[in-house]
């Protein structure tokens, strides 16, 4: 069954250093997310991106974070210069249809210090 | 947008005992879905109601939909080990973002 990708599991990365997720969406999904979830809260909305270009972003998706699906199969998230709050476990999904169930990568947990 | 309110927190059961999670709604919702995370896992999608009073089952898994499509629920029937995680409902806003409940832990007691 096809499943959504994420490299790596783990980075950890000093404060102010910039970082990059990456994540491999199912092939045929047209609707690509991403979310965060610091631990043992809820998953919070980052960004939705459609068509190669974002959609939706939320207030945490501030001028640190940027998308990109540079080919035709990964899509990352870039933080600029990370803070100790962006600590936390990022995950990817993607959908094939907005209104329709997402598919969950498992996560890049993102420690900052 | 409109937050969906989940509750409780967290349920502690015995093996073998309902567990049941709320989510509610001020305003009328389009659509509801509901995911489990399993402890250090990632979301994984459940199912997901889009009709008033809509009744779905998944096994031991019940979920509905309110009449007034302001309130869901899930129960499971005789809980399983496997069943431990955190359950969350979501709904899709008017731009299509997924809104989470902040989900309740299901815990098996020992």
């Known amino acids: 069954e096809p499943e959504v990708t994420q490299t790596p599991s783990h980075q950890v990365t000093q404060m102010g250093q910039e970082v990059i997720l990456r994540c491999v969406p199912i092939s045929n999904h047209l609707y690509f997310y991403w979310y965060r979830q610091i631990l043992g809260q809820k998953v919070e909305f980052l960004v939705s991106f459609y068509n190669n270009e974002i959609s939706e972003k939320s207030e945490i998706f501030d001028d640190q974070f940027s998308v990109e699906r540079p080919d035709g199969s990964n899509f990352t998230l870039k933080i600029r210069s990370t803070k100790l709050e962006d600590s936390a476990m990022y995950f990817c999904?993607?959908?094939?249809?907005?209104?329709?169930?997402?598919?969950f990568g498992p996560g890049t947990r993102l420690t900052v210090t | 947008g409109q937050q969906v309110m989940q509750i409780p927190q967290y349920q502690h059961v015995q093996e073998g005992e309902d567990f049941t999670t709320y989510c509610n709604s001020s305003?009328?919702?389009?659509?509801i879905q509901w995911y489990k995370q399993r402890p250090g896992g990632h979301p994984v999608f459940l199912i997901q109601?889009?009709?008033s009073g809509e009744v779905k089952k998944q096994k031991r898994l019940t979920f509905q939909f309110g009449e007034a499509k302001k309130n869901s629920s899930l129960h499971i029937t005789a809980t399983q080990t496997t069943d431990v995680g955190t359950y969350f409902c979501?709904?899709?806003?008017?731009?299509?973002?997924?809104?989470w409940g902040a989900g309740t832990k299901l815990i098996i007691k020992p």
């Open positions: 305003t009328t919702l389009s659509n």
């Open positions: 109601l889009v009709k």
């Open positions: 979501a709904r899709t806003d008017s731009n299509y973002q997924l809104i």
């Open positions: 999904a993607s959908s094939p249809d907005r209104v329709r169930e997402q598919y």
